[in-house]
């Protein structure tokens, strides 16, 4: 199993509330970003160095079982399998925050609602006129496979 050194984030300290950005390119100044790349690739700052930057893709993630208190994704597409690391990954009770463009009256999140349990809330917003949906999922606390959670880091 990886260490959290061993995917470049040496000096995380898992005892602070740990926020994950899923393709995230620094958005969120106190998430670490799961990216592929190492370069920023929208926005004024595109070409800069991802900060806090955790290489892997969603339908992989290189981080021990159970460890994230806060999962955000946005764009990023959802397919079942990154759904199912986003469980592997979450903490019980953990918060799950995905924002997805609404098409053709479609719901963006359909399947993060069957795969993930819990309780969630919807948002709908507006970004340069593009209607986007906000899903808020706070993961259930007493599933099965999270009964014996270790929040070490093995070595």
Known sequence: ????????????????????DIGGEGRHCAAWNLNPRRFKTCGPDSGQPIPR???GRSEAVPLPNHVVDMIIVER?????R???EIKRIARPGALV???????????PHRLAKEVLAGTWCVR?????SRAY???????????????????????
């Open 1 to 20: 199993m990886k260490t959290f050194a061993s995917f470049g984030a040496e000096n995380m300290n898992v005892t602070q509330p740990f926020v994950v």
């Open 53 to 55: 930057l955790i290489m």
């Open 76 to 80: 990023t597409p959802l397919s079942r």
């Open 82 to 84: 990154a759904l199912d």
């Open 97 to 107: 925050v995905l924002r997805h463009a609404r098409a053709f009256g479609m719901d």
């Open 124 to 128: 709908e917003c507006q970004i340069e």
């Open 133 to 155: 949906q906000v899903l808020v999922i706070q993961l259930a606390e007493t599933a099965p496979e999270f009964a014996s959670v270790n929040r070490s880091v093995p070595q």
